[in-house]
C-alpha cells in the first residue's frame, strides 16, 4: 500500500528536478543579484538605477502596450482559426499544419522576414511601386515614425505566434463533447449563440493556459522588436540586455528582470481570478 501512496510523487519527481534545476535555482540567483550591492549587502539601489534611466519608463509602456494589443488580437484570431479547424469534416490535419508553420520559426527569424517585407527596398514596396501605387521606394521603418515601428512587431508577433494560443485552444476545443452542440442544434440554436453558451464557458480552462502563456511571452518580447526597430523601440527585455551586456551591470539586469517577472505574475493572477469558474463560488 505504502508503494501505491508514493508512485504518483516518483512520477512527479523528475517534473521537480527540471524545474528546480532549471527555473527556481535561476530565480533565486536573479532575485539575490537584483537586490544586494557589490559588496553583497541588502539594497534596493539596483532597483533605483534601473528606474532613473531615462529608457526604463518608455520600455515599461512599449512593453505593456504591446501586450495589450497583441493578445487580445491573438486570442481573437485563434478563436476565429480553431472554431474553423474543429468545424471541418475533412482536410482539418492540412489546414492546422499549415496554420502552424510559424511556430518553428524563432522571433528574430520572423523580425528578419517582416524586415525584408517592411524595409525600404523590401517586397512589399517593391510591390507597390510595381503596381504603381507608390513612386519609388519609401522608409515605413523609421526612427520617426515610432507608430508604424509599433504596429511593424505587432503584425510580426501577431503572425509569429497566434499559433501558440491556436494549438492550445483547437485542443480545449476537441475536448467538448459533441453531444451539446446537436442538442442546442435541435433547440434552434444558431452557430453564435451555440459558440456564446456552448463553446466559450467550456473553453475556459483552455482560454486561461493560453491567455497567461502568451501574456507571459509577450512581455518578454524581444527578437522581434531587434530586428524590426533597433533600438527605437524600448521594451524591457531590451533593457535587460543592455545593463547585462552593454553596460556589464548584472545586478541592474538582474532588477530589469525581476520587474517583468512582476508584471507577469500580476497578470497571471488577474487572469486566474477573471477566469475563473464561479459556479464553485456559488455552490
Known amino acids: 500500500m505504502s508503494d501505491v501512496r508514493i508512485l504518483p510523487y516518483l512520477l512527479l519527481l523528475p517534473a521537480a528536478l527540471f524545474l528546480g534545476g532549471f527555473f527556481l535555482v535561476p530565480f533565486l540567483g ?6 544586494t550591492g557589490s559588496d553583497g549587502s541588502l ?7 534601473m528606474a532613473r534611466d531615462w529608457r526604463f519608463w518608455p520600455a515599461v509602456s512599449n512593453t505593456l502596450a504591446l501586450g495589450l494589443v497583441m493578445v487580445p488580437i491573438q486570442v481573437v484570431l485563434a478563436l476565429a482559426m480553431a472554431s474553423l479547424v474543429t468545424s471541418m469534416k475533412a482536410g482539418r490535419e492540412i489546414v492546422l499544419y499549415i496554420l502552424t508553420i510559424p511556430l518553428g520559426i ?17 517586397f512589399l514596396t517593391s510591390a507597390l511601386h510595381g503596381l504603381g501605387i507608390i513612386s519609388g521606394p519609401t522608409a515605413l521603418l523609421s526612427y520617426q515614425n515610432l507608430p508604424a515601428l509599433f504596429a ?37 440554436a444558431g452557430a453564435w449563440k451555440r459558440f456564446r453558451r456552448i463553446t466559450l464557458p467550456l473553453l475556459r480552462p483552455s482560454l486561461q493556459t493560453a491567455l497567461i502563456l502568451r501574456t507571459i511571452l509577450a512581455f518578454e518580447v524581444f527578437g522581434v522588436v531587434a530586428a524590426l526597430a533597433g533600438t527605437n523601440l524600448a521594451v524591457l527585455m531590451g533593457e535587460t540586455y543592455k545593463w547585462q551586456f552593454e553596460f556589464q551591470d548584472r545586478k541592474v539586469a538582474s532588477a530589469v528582470a525581476m520587474v517583468i517577472l512582476g508584471v507577469s505574475i500580476a497578470f497571471t493572477l488577474a487572469f486566474l481570478w477573471l477566469l475563473r469558474d464561479r459556479t464553485e463560488e456559488r455552490s
Do not use: H
Open 106 to 122: 524563432s522571433d528574430l527569424a520572423a523580425g528578419l522576414i517582416w524586415l525584408a517585407i517592411l524595409e525600404q527596398n523590401g
Open 30 to 35: 536573479v532575485a539575490y543579484e537584483a537586490i
Open 43 to 49: 539594497t534596493l539601489g539596483n532597483f533605483e538605477t
Open 152 to 188: 511593424a512587431v505587432v503584425v510580426a508577433e501577431v503572425w509569429r505566434a497566434t499559433a501558440i494560443v491556436l494549438v492550445i485552444l483547437v485542443a480545449g476545443m476537441g475536448l467538448i463533447p459533441r453531444e451539446y452542440y446537436e442538442a442546442a442544434e435541435v433547440f434552434g
